[in-house]
């Protein structure tokens, strides 16, 4: 078995890859399509979301968790999964097709909705969770990279103008078919070639265990998308720019929190059933190690804003400067919804974590619905930090009746460090981005050694599960 420090290192090593490549597709992007047509974008790839989520529907989860408690059910849930689905991305990708047919937008933003339906349909194609499982990360960090790596590409070569927008979802589809073809390789190579079933029966057990899972998981996607599907309906293509150059920003962060669910979720599932004598101590490590990891970026693109956000962009999304410094918070509160939501889901509370996830969902539309209209891209942020916020508190009430993680003074200590490292990257925030950037990481990077805010023994919780 390999220790989860190491499938980490896998994931963060890959997924760095490819937020990186992603990054740079971003920024080529915004620059090549303008405000108003990467606001389109932005606005039809969170439609896309949904369609993806749907194909989830919290089979995925289910699936994993199995795997990762017992890997010789790996082959047979494959082939139980695989073409349900399929059938629910048909499902999706046909809903998405009527909804682009009557969409109030321009011709060109219905067709990215169009085209996007592909993209889903592919989507529920790939086996990913499959390796996820089974720990078997080093093959699943491959594909990200191979993915993003050919989108990256295509986008370089198909997209040099505005014009050429519509090119812009068939590159992230190629690209995805790709990437899940590196991984259906593996598959055959590690389980043999898939054996399909379709058996309804199965089917339904399956959708009966996953749908808490799936619907907090819509409903979740309601959440974080609402802000932008909003500003491309009520307000304008350039608001959705700016909140979409800002976002981007965020979701490059938000690598940390996808390896850390990745990661997080096989371990405790394997604590809730082997070692819940530990579990109190393995959260309050995961605790310490979230603000670590999170609270100075948070800090840094605070302080930071306007030159990251004319260094990578331009001028043009100089708007989107107070925007990037609400909307960076939402990176630790949803990391520490991702330990208290995979807690509760390794613990089989499916209906706990639905219900906190309806109530705060419930919250946050409200918020959008009240603030985009008044506030525009000032309001997207604000309602989708304070949405999370209070999902936080509604998870965390639901954990707290779990288990009270082993918290303590040591659980300040990043937070010290942060404070440390923001006073240098104030004072020399005048100077040159990456040298501000490399003075504050060294400040704090010092501050977490002498504060002893993560050590050896932290890094042992994990390798010697």
């Known amino acids: 078995m390999r220790s989860p420090f190491r499938n980490a290192s896998y994931l963060l090593a890959g997924e760095a890859a490819s937020r990186i490549l992603g990054f740079l597709t971003t920024a080529v992007l915004a620059r090549r399509l303008g405000l108003d047509g990467f606001g389109q974008i932005?606005?039809?790839?969170?439609?896309?979301?949904?369609?993806?989520?749907?194909?989830?529907?919290?089979?995925?989860?289910?699936?994993?968790?199995?795997?990762?408690?017992?890997?010789?059910?790996?082959?047979?849930?494959?082939?139980?999964?695989?073409?349900?689905?399929?059938?629910?991305?048909?499902?999706?990708?046909?809903?998405m097709v009527l909804v682009a047919l009557v969409l109030?937008?321009?011709?060109?933003?219905?067709?990215?909705?169009?085209?996007?339906?592909?993209?889903?349909?592919?989507?529920?194609?790939?086996?990913?969770?499959?390796?996820?499982?089974?720990?078997?990360?080093?093959?699943v960090s491959v594909s990200r990279v191979v993915t993003n790596c050919a989108y990256f590409g295509l986008v370089v070569v198909l997209v040099g103008h505005s014009?050429?927008?519509?090119?812009?979802?068939?590159?992230?589809?190629?690209?995805?078919?790709?990437?899940?073809?590196?991984l259906l390789a593996a598959f055959v190579a590690d389980f043999g070639p898939p054996r399909l079933r379709l058996g309804s029966t199965r089917w339904?057990?399956?959708?009966?265990?996953?749908?808490?899972?799936?619907?907090?998981?819509?409903?979740?996607?309601?959440?974080?998308?609402?802000?932008?599907?909003?500003?491309?309906?009520?307000?304008?293509?350039?608001?959705?720019?700016?909140y979409s150059s800002a976002y981007r920003l965020v979701f490059f962060l938000m690598t940390l929190d996808r390896v850390f669910y990745t990661v997080f979720f096989p371990v405790v599932s394997r604590f809730v059933k082997d070692q819940p004598g530990r579990l109190a101590e393995l959260i309050g490590t995961a605790v310490r190690m979230i603000l670590a990891l999170s609270i100075p970026f948070c800090a840094g693109a605070f302080i930071l804003a306007r030159?990251?956000?004319?260094?990578?962009?331009?001028?043009?999304?100089?708007?989107a400067v107070p925007v990037l410094r609400i909307l960076v918070w939402f990176l630790p509160l949803s990391m520490l919804n991702s330990l208290a939501g995979s807690t509760l889901l390794a613990a089989g509370?499916?209906?706990?974590?639905?219900?906190?996830?309806?109530?705060?969902?419930?919250?946050?539309?409200?918020?959008?619905?009240?603030?985009?209209?008044?506030?525009?891209?000032?309001?997207?942020?604000?309602?989708?930090?304070?949405?999370?916020?209070?999902?936080?508190?509604?998870?965390?009430?639901?954990?707290?009746?779990?288990?009270?993680?082993?918290l303590g003074l040591r659980t300040f200590a990043p937070l010290a460090a942060t404070a440390g490292m923001a006073v240098v990257v104030y004072f020399l925030?005048?100077?040159?981005?990456?040298?501000?950037?490399?003075?504050?990481?060294?400040?704090?990077?010092?501050?977490?050694?002498?504060?002893?805010?993560?050590?050896?023994?932290?890094?042992?919780l994990t390798r010697n599960v």
């Not at 890997?71 to 849930?77: D, E, F, I, K």
């Not at 030159?307 to 708007?319: D, H, N, R």
């Not at 942020?381 to 916020?389: D, K, R, T």
């Not at 950037?437 to 050896?456: D, F, K, M, N, P």
């Open 204 to 242: 339904r057990d399956l959708l009966r265990t996953a749908w808490p899972i799936g619907a907090s998981s819509l409903l979740t996607q309601l959440h974080v998308n609402l802000g932008l599907i909003l500003l491309g309906l009520i307000a304008t293509f350039q608001q959705a720019g700016i």
């Open 104 to 139: 109030p937008r321009p011709a060109t933003v219905r067709w990215l909705v169009l085209l996007y339906a592909g993209a889903v349909v592919v989507q529920s194609t790939i086996l990913e969770w499959v390796f996820i499982g089974a720990e078997k990360t080093g093959i």
């Open 163 to 182: 014009r050429n927008i519509l090119h812009v979802p068939v590159a992230f589809g190629a690209a995805a078919a790709l990437g899940g073809l590196v």
């Open 42 to 95: 932005g606005f039809a790839a969170a439609m896309m979301s949904y369609g993806v989520v749907f194909t989830d529907l919290g089979l995925i989860t289910v699936g994993t968790r199995s795997i990762a408690r017992d890997r010789t059910v790996a082959a047979g849930l494959a082939g139980d999964l695989a073409p349900l689905r399929l059938l629910l991305g048909l499902a999706a990708a046909t809903v």
């Open 307 to 319: 030159p990251i956000l004319q260094t990578v962009f331009t001028v043009e999304y100089a708007g």
């Open 429 to 460: 925030r005048g100077m040159n981005l990456s040298a501000c950037i490399g003075y504050g990481l060294l400040a704090y990077s010092v501050l977490l050694i002498v504060l002893r805010a993560v050590t050896a023994e932290d890094i042992g």
């Open 349 to 406: 509370s499916e209906r706990q974590f639905f219900s906190s996830t309806a109530k705060g969902v419930v919250a946050a539309v409200v918020l959008n619905l009240v603030a985009v209209p008044l506030a525009g891209a000032m309001g997207a942020a604000l309602a989708i930090v304070a949405g999370e916020a209070f999902l936080l508190l509604l998870m965390g009430r639901g954990l707290l009746r779990l288990v009270r993680p082993r």
